[in-house]
Each structure stands twice: as C-alpha cells, then as structure tokens.
C-alpha cells in the first residue's frame, strides 16, 4: 500500500517520491492526536508557540520533522508541472540542488564539477538514493520523508522513516573518534551554544550524495551544524561543509523544517523487490 503518492516528471522523481507501507493502515496510526500539543482555538497547532524545553532549560528537539523547504507553485507551462503544490509531503529545493541558493552554486573541484555535469546529463540513473541506499542527515533533511528527533541527557536520536535509518547525536562531552571506520551518517559529537546546539561530524564514506545533481561529501568532509527551534513548529539547520577533497572552499546552507503531528512513523522501505532504477534512462 503506498502511503504517500507523488506525480512525476521523471523517473527519478518517482523513485524519490515512492513509499511503500509493509502493513495495513489501520495498524499503523497514521491518524492519531499527538498529546500535549499547544493549539489554536480552532484545534489546529500552534506552530509559533513558545520552544519546548528539557528540565535544564536547553531547547527540546523532540518530535516529528519535514523539510519546510518544498519549491513554490509553478506556474502554468513552466516545465514544473511535476510539483504538486499544497502536497503533504513537498520535496526541498535543495534536494534537487544543494547549491540553488549559493550565489556562482557550490564550489566545485574541477573533478567534481566535470562529475556533476555528467551525471545531471545521465539523469542522474546511479543515484544511491533511487537504489534504496542510506542516505547522509544532510540529504535526508530535504527529502519528502519525516525524520522522528528523540532527545534524552547525553544524546539525541534521529529516526528515519525510510528504510529505518538513524542517526546518534552524542551530547555526552565525549570527542570525536580518531580514525574511524567510514560510514553513511559519519560520526557525532555537539554542544550547546547558548539556544544553538552545535554539532560536529566527520568519518564519512566516499562519495555520498547531497542531492539529484550528483554533488557529494567525500571521506575528507568535515560538518558543522548549527540548530535552532525559534518556536513550536519549526527547527532551523544551518550546515556549514569543510571539504576540500571535493570543494574549493567550505559552504554553508540553511535548511528549514516543520512539526509533523497527529501521526505516526510507518513502514517504508524500498529495498523489496525494488527495480525502479533500472528503467531510468
């Protein structure tokens, strides 16, 4: 049973877009009121209620997330008529582009820009992400999946709906690993910066993918994330990426995310039987 349906323009879009639920709805509360939530008199939520707070006072991150990032409503005959405007679950900007709005797009090495180029050329047909394989947190935050953020003292958990991934955010003071083993979401260490929760990760593999166009983060990256719960309903991500494997110089982006409520993670894995990159042409 699909979950959530998205029209398409091409065959990479579809495979970003499918979701594919392993039990039946009824089972799953995907319509469920979320408890203690602050809302408006007429029972919406209160997105600009005052930030949620853990009993040391640090802003609590806990909840449900999607990116607040989705392109505006194309107009008519824009060659975009494949974004479904007011859909549930919209697709960041930066997910299609990393670099859309960095003045000159992202800084490429000339090996990576060549990279790029062909790749967006290919239509991107060896996107791990069209092949069911993990996707890094940067990527993860643009994509049409909701992230579920647990924060407990010394540790905050990020859970993804899709193919069941995490992530742990250690906040315990300890340092990051010397010469880890690579791996998708590399490894995470942060501090509070006053309201800000600074975090710094390296120990990625090669070669991952920040969005459609091919660019990636090497073995080499270093991020540093800075996030902010200004109210209720909205987290702010601002990453900055050290890279010089890949990139000329470091880049920051700003992503944006929205509280999912009144739902529940489900099933969504697209690894059974999964044959949709093999048609893309």
């Known amino acids: 049973m699909l979950r959530r349906v998205f029209r398409s323009a091409s065959a990479a879009i579809i495979a970003i877009g499918i979701a594919a639920a392993g039990a039946p709805v009824a089972a799953q509360w995907l319509k469920y009121p979320s408890a203690d939530i602050p809302r408006t008199s007429d029972g919406k939520p209160n997105l600009k209620a005052p930030t949620p707070r853990t009993s040391d006072g640090k802003p609590d991150f806990s909840g449900m997330w999607l990116t607040a990032d989705g392109p505006p409503c194309p107009q008519k005959g824009s060659g975009q008529d494949f974004i479904e405007c007011g859909i549930e679950l919209p697709i960041s900007v930066l997910g299609f582009n990393m670099g859309v709005k960095i003045p ?15 790749r967006t050329a290919e239509n991107s047909k060896d996107d791990p992400h069209a092949r069911c394989l993990p996707d890094t947190f940067l990527r993860a935050y643009g994509l049409p999946h909701i992230e579920k953020f647990i924060q407990v003292p010394g540790l905050l958990v990020m859970l993804d709906e899709v193919n069941a991934g995490y992530r742990q955010v250690f906040t315990d003071g300890r340092p990051l690993p010397i010469d880890p083993v690579p791996a998708w979401n ?14 710094d990760s390296i120990g990625f593999r090669d070669d991952l993918w920040l969005d459609m166009a ?37 880049w920051t982006v700003t992503m944006n995310q929205r509280i999912v409520v009144d739902t529940e993670l489900v099933d969504e894995f ?5 044959k949709s990159s093999q048609r893309m042409k």
């Open 214 to 250: 091919g660019s990636v983060i090497t073995e080499k990256a270093k991020v540093r994330e800075r996030i902010r719960r200004p109210d209720y309903g909205h987290l702010v991500i601002e990453a900055t990426i050290d890279d010089p494997k890949a990139y000329t110089k470091s």
């Open 270 to 274: 697209c690894l059974e039987n999964e």
């Open 186 to 199: 590399g490894y995470s260490t942060a501090r509070w910066d006053g309201d800000a929760l600074v975090i």
């Open 104 to 118: 000159g797009g992202l800084p490429y090495q000339p090996w990576l820009a060549e990279l790029v180029k062909k």
